[in-house]
């Protein structure tokens, strides 16, 4: 099946086909044409990176689903290192949120003691901030 074909039943773009071929993760054979040419195979990969990515794996750690799945599992986590990229991914993503939750926690301090000084500044016409200054 072409590229567009393929794109299309694992719910990616074209662009994102060829992009995981860049990384190395899905090859395709190549035709007399050149055309690629792919097959069921290749579509359950590129579905297997997009569903990662929609959980915040990145296509260029999704290599050991990958592998799983190529060397005759069922599931792409059936595989140790799978279990491994989860962990890391899990860690990642606990210390962006604990990241987050302490700039919304600075930005909440700065709003509170923003509108306890009292009239904001940016309200006041051009005449009144001079008589301020």
Known sequence: MRIGEVAQQAGVTVKAVRYYESLGLVEAQRLDNG???????DVRLVHEIR?????GIRAELSRPFL?????????GDDCPASLDT?????????????DLTERR???IALLASA???????CDL?????????
């Open 105 to 107: 926690d600075a930005l």
């Open 125 to 133: 016409t051009p005449t009144e901030l001079q008589g301020i200054r």
């Open 51 to 55: 569903a990662l990515g929609t959980l």
């Open 86 to 98: 989860y962990r890391s991914a899990i860690t990642d993503m606990s210390s962006r949120i604990n």
């Open 67 to 75: 592998d799983c799945l190529v060397s005759g599992n069922a599931q």
């Open 115 to 121: 509108t306890g000084r009292g009239e904001p500044l």
């Open 35 to 41: 055309y690629r040419d792919y097959d069921d195979h």
